[in-house]
């Protein structure tokens, strides 16, 4: 756990950057720092390893103060991620990795095989270990950057902006891959952005931060969508809060059976769409009956819609049924179809709760 | 009198050695130009041009101003003889200089202007060379400095500048004349260095509108 | 004329002996690698301690240029002058020549030492200093290592420098590939003198190679790779 009294820090120039910062960062977990720019949430991120020392006040990591450790010790023990990953461009990415474990002593058995190890868990490869930064992608380095901080198992991991250089289709690779990562390893990850999309998305607690370093709100995003505490974090999680609210809302429905038909089988007269579903139950499309007639071939396929699983949020269960051409949202469990559910049934299923 | 030297005596070697280094700058500057476009606008040329105007840097100073009245056919003291050595060094330090400039305005820039029409010259001349000034200007005031130095080597074939202090002083075993002459040459290249950035100031004002801010 | 300086280059003669190419080429190599070493001690320090820390940068970058305005003949003849009577043996007449090219090489591997460093990836040094690098360790494990190429290019143009430069050292009456230069013209034989010349020309760029060679050695390959890409 970590924990910020009364956090202040000013600069010699009068700038405040934080201001008075108190909130408990819980163990395990991701919490998020939030803010716009100019709001403190990068130096309190760097207060925690001591890049930055605050005026006033303390942190305290398991209850130690952070100013009782050396700052090279300190931020050995804690995993560090940076925007443009810093890659050390004249180490390969294996040297990269096991750089901490060298420096907390390890012998070059011990930290080249923690380092490999890393290097797996971040979905890269032994033949890209051997490589240099400069040979790799953007998102490959920011996962060999995710890797190093990873190398020695700390307990704790910062990540400043991470994703914020890599191209949205990578960004969402990789936020996925540190969601699993976290879980896996039960460490506890605090990580700055400015996009609230991204700490929504990603954040199990968020912590929104106003101008001048002051906390605005620390809450599940969930809580931030419903109950924001005032009319600033009201505003910055942004005009469709209601939209994206359904993200954190269970759906609690009843998914009507579907006519289903597989492929090579005659299409079952009547009107209007039919979900062809492969052998094991799994949905493959949307069949037009308007259009076909006889045995389906795959080239009548309509293309699916998004796919909902039972459990998941009211969201994913109406993006299911609004991009589906039938407008049904097909309902699978364990990659079954189990029936579908129309746009006005989430709806409804809203206005119970 | 300074150093045993006659004031006059040292503003007319001033006047010369600025000459014989100042003239070649220019004239060192207008034919690396072209040559430093050429290796920009051909990427194949720029190794072979990089590497071939380097070289003249490294022929001794001594053996070019001697060397250069036999290959040019003018009299051993003539001014000509240190105007080309001199030029030839120039050429060799801004060859480099003027390509790396060229090559560091932004492709989108350079995309852009090309998209609204510029032609080829057009562009060069007024998109790429005003973006390249601070290198250029940085390269010629390194050219600078370093004429100011190596044309007082010419006093050992005895064409008159500053140098002529330090052999008269050497020769009458006196420390003042090249005392005088190192003083004065020290003076004159960051004088001529002092110039050369405040000219790149003035032809850049967009520099200091972003620093302002 | 050509064909008279082609004689001289080819005639075994001119090679070998006391005062033969051979033996010039090494005394001025001698020197000049005395020099570019000195110069480099002075200098890479003071140009890490400035890239490492951002201080005196100002400084650093005026002193170099007053330095590269000093004109190397008058030093030498300073030089020469006041130490010529309180040194003896071939000291009193090569250390002058000595802290002349020192003087000159000083800017070249100054700047780009300190250029080098400046030039590493902030985000780099940010990380360096955040996985729990002393700041020693940022120095030597990730600042020097990147900046090599830019420190190396600066001695090899130091290099260039010392070796066309040390050739006024024939002027004191010291060995070297000068004394071509300087000889050749007292006794107006100009072909000794262009052969002089291309022998220098030659030396440099011999010298220029080997230390390309040496910088492809340590010099990392994910730095080379990183300014291909």
């Known amino acids: ?353 | 009198m300074i150093g045993g030297v006659a004031w006059s005596t040292v503003g007319e070697l001033v006047l010369r050695h600025l000459y014989l280094a100042g003239l070649p700058l220019l004239l060192g500057l207008l034919i690396s130009l072209p040559l430093g476009w050429l290796a920009t606008r051909y990427r194949w040329l720029a190794p072979p041009m990089i590497a071939g105007t380097g070289l003249l840097y490294t022929i001794p100073s001594l053996a070019l101003f001697i060397l250069l009245p036999l290959l040019l056919g003018t009299r051993v003291l003539d001014d000509a003889n240190v105007l080309v050595a001199m030029t030839l060094y120039t050429i060799a330090l801004l060859t480099r200089t003027v390509a790396d400039g060229l090559g560091s305005v932004p492709g989108a820039t350079r995309q852009a202007a090309t998209a609204m029409g510029y032609g080829e010259l057009r562009r060069t001349l007024v998109v790429d060379l005003p973006l390249a000034v601070p290198v250029i200007t940085a390269g010629l005031r390194v050219a600078a400095v370093s004429n100011v130095s190596i044309v007082s080597v010419a006093a050992l074939i005895g064409v008159s500048q500053l140098g002529q202090l330090f052999t008269e002083g050497f020769n009458r075993n006196d420390m003042g004349p090249i005392l005088v002459g190192i003083g004065a040459c020290v003076a004159l290249a960051l004088v001529l260095d002092a110039g050369i950035a405040a000219l790149s100031r003035v032809l850049t004002p967009w520099l200091r509108a972003g620093a302002a801010r | 004329m050509i064909s008279l300086t082609w004689q001289w280059l080819t005639d075994p003669a001119t090679w070998t002996g006391p005062g033969g190419i051979l033996a010039q080429s090494v005394t001025h190599l001698r020197i000049s690698v005395i020099a570019l070493a000195l110069a480099a001690l002075v200098a890479v320090p003071v140009g890490l301690f400035i890239g490492h820390t951002g201080r005196g940068r100002w400084l650093a970058i005026n002193v170099a240029g007053a330095f590269r305005a000093i004109p190397s003949l008058g030093v030498l003849f300073v030089a020469t002058l006041i130490l010529l009577p309180r040194l003896s043996g071939d000291l009193a007449f090569e250390l002058p020549v000595i802290l002349v090219l020192v003087l000159l090489a000083v800017p070249p591997v100054l700047s780009g030492t300190y250029a080098g460093v400046e030039a590493v990836d902030p985000a780099a040094r940010d990380a360096a200093r955040g996985v729990g690098m002393t700041e020693s360790q940022i120095l030597w494990q990730v600042e020097v290592p990147a900046a090599l190429p830019l420190v190396l290019s600066g001695l090899r143009s130091a290099m260039l420098q010392i070796i066309a430069t040390a050739t006024i050292a024939a002027i004191v009456g010291i060995g070297g590939l000068g004394r071509y230069l300087i000889d050749g013209q007292a006794s107006r034989q100009y072909e000794v003198m262009a052969g002089g010349a291309i022998v220098v020309a030659a030396l440099a760029l011999l010298v220029d190679l080997v230390m390309a060679g040496i910088q492809r050695v340590v010099v990392s390959r994910g730095l080379v790779e990183a300014r291909a890409g």
């Open chain 1, 1 to 353: 756990m970590i924990r910020f009294e009364g956090v202040t820090k000013r600069y010699a120039d009068g700038v405040t950057a934080v201001d008075d910062l108190s909130l408990e960062v819980p163990q395990g977990g991701i919490t998020v720092f939030v803010g716009p720019s100019g709001c403190g949430k990068t130096t309190s991120l760097r207060m925690i390893n001591r890049m930055v020392e605050p005026t006033e006040g303390r942190i305290l990591i398991n209850d130690q103060d952070v100013a009782a450790r050396k700052p090279a010790q300190l931020r050995r023990s804690i995993g560090y991620v940076i925007q443009h990953a810093g890659l050390f461009p004249h180490r390969t990415v294996l040297k990269n990795v096991m750089t901490v474990p060298r420096l907390i002593g390890w012998d070059q058995a011990r930290a080249r095989s923690a380092a490999m190890e890393a290097i797996e868990k971040v979905g890269l490869t032994a033949d890209q270990a051997e490589r240099y930064p400069a040979q790799l992608s953007g998102g490959q380095q920011q996962r060999v950057g995710v890797a190093r901080a990873l190398a020695s198992d700390p307990e704790v991991v910062l990540m400043d902006e991470p994703f914020s250089a890599v191209d949205p289709l990578v960004r969402m690779d990789l936020q996925a891959e540190v969601r699993r990562l976290q879980r896996e390893l039960g460490i506890t990850v605090v990580l700055v952005t400015h996009d609230i999309d991204e700490a929504i998305g990603l954040g199990d607690h968020v912590a929104v931060l106003r101008q001048g370093g002051r906390l605005a709100q620390l809450a599940t995003p969930g809580e931030l969508l419903r109950e924001p505490a005032d009319d600033f974090v009201a505003s910055f999680v942004g005009k469709d809060r209601g939209y994206r609210k359904l993200g954190f809302t269970g759906a609690d429905l009843d998914p009507a059976p579907e006519q289903t038909v597989r492929l090579g089988e005659d299409v079952p007269t009547g009107r209007g769409w039919v979900l062809a579903v492969g052998e094991g139950g799994e949905p493959l499309g949307w069949v037009d009956r308007h259009t076909s007639g006889g045995p389906v071939g795959e080239d009548e396929l309509h293309r699916m819609g998004s796919l909902a699983e039972v459990g998941d949020s009211a969201r994913v269960f109406l993006d299911a049924a609004l991009s589906a051409p039938s407008r049904r949202g097909v309902v699978v469990q364990d990659g079954r179809v189990i029936g579908t559910v129309s746009a006005q049934q989430v709806v409804d299923s809203l206005e119970r709760t």
